[in-house]
């Protein structure tokens, strides 16, 4: 398998106006790993994370372009202009223990900035 060079890693918590504490932990930890570990990717563009509210009509779009549905974690890893979407689920899983949350996250979000597959 060849390596394709990720541009661009995006990162996106969709939830609802209301949030439970285990939605609100999934998109702060998220957030926290990724200003933790990856700050220079942030602050050059390479990763980026967005907080969207999918129940504003403004976010309907992104709502679409993800089919996300309620609370979830989205990663999107861009190269050579192609998307690769994936709905990230073992995060919910792993939200009550913050060490393990963020070595997962970390790891995963390396991962995709080495290659895309």
Known sequence: MSCIPVERV????F???QQ???CIAVGRLAKE???ESFSAEMESGRVI???VNGELPENS???????ARGSSLFTNAISQGQE?????????RLYANEEQYKEYF?????????CAS
């Open 84 to 92: 690769h979407v994936e709905e990230d689920t073992t995060v919910w």
């Open 61 to 67: 779009e992104i709502v679409l372009q993800y089919q």
């Open 10 to 13: 995006e990162v996106v918590h």
């Open 15 to 17: 939830h609802a106006t």
């Open 49 to 51: 994370f967005r907080d």
């Open 20 to 22: 439970c504490i285990s």
């Open 106 to 114: 970390e790891r995963k979000i390396r991962d995709l900035l080495s």
């Open 33 to 35: 790993t990724l200003k």
